[in-house]
């Protein structure tokens, strides 16, 4: 079973920044498209960022500007860096491994998942 090991979440006041990495197994890493999604209570889970194996990103119109997703291909690590985090950025923070096809992001891994919560 493939292992995606999150980490880097928790507790920020409103304003805040938080890191979070996940570490995959190096033959899925190499050839996959790295991601986050996040999932809020009630709410659907929602790509957050992407970044192919070539280094070509995408992210979700409600973190532009604010959130960088990035990749160490010898560390096997995507990290989702965020700032300026609002309320509204409370959720549970999945890792992704998966292929694009087209516009269609296919995930065939997940990570466990990381709770991030911002105080207002």
């Known amino acids: 079973q493939v292992q995606l090991v999150e980490s880097g979440g928790g507790l920020v006041q409103a304003g805040g920044s938080l890191r979070l990495s996940c570490a995959a197994p190096?033959?899925?890493?190499?050839?996959?498209?790295m991601g986050w999604y996040r999932q809020a209570p009630g709410k659907q889970r929602e790509l957050v960022a992407r970044?192919?194996?070539?280094?070509?990103?995408n992210y979700g119109d409600s973190v532009k500007g604010r959130f960088t997703i990035s990749r160490d291909n010898a560390k096997n690590t995507v990290y989702l860096q965020m700032s300026s985090l609002t309320p509204e950025d409370t959720a549970v923070y999945y890792c992704?491994?998966?292929?694009?096809?087209?516009?269609?992001?296919?995930?065939?891994?997940w990570g466990q998942g990381t709770q991030v919560s911002v105080s207002s």
């Open positions: 992704a491994a998966g292929r694009v096809f087209g516009t269609l992001y296919h995930v065939n891994y």
């Open positions: 190096g033959s899925i890493f190499r050839i996959n498209t």
């Open positions: 970044i192919t194996s070539s280094g070509s990103t």
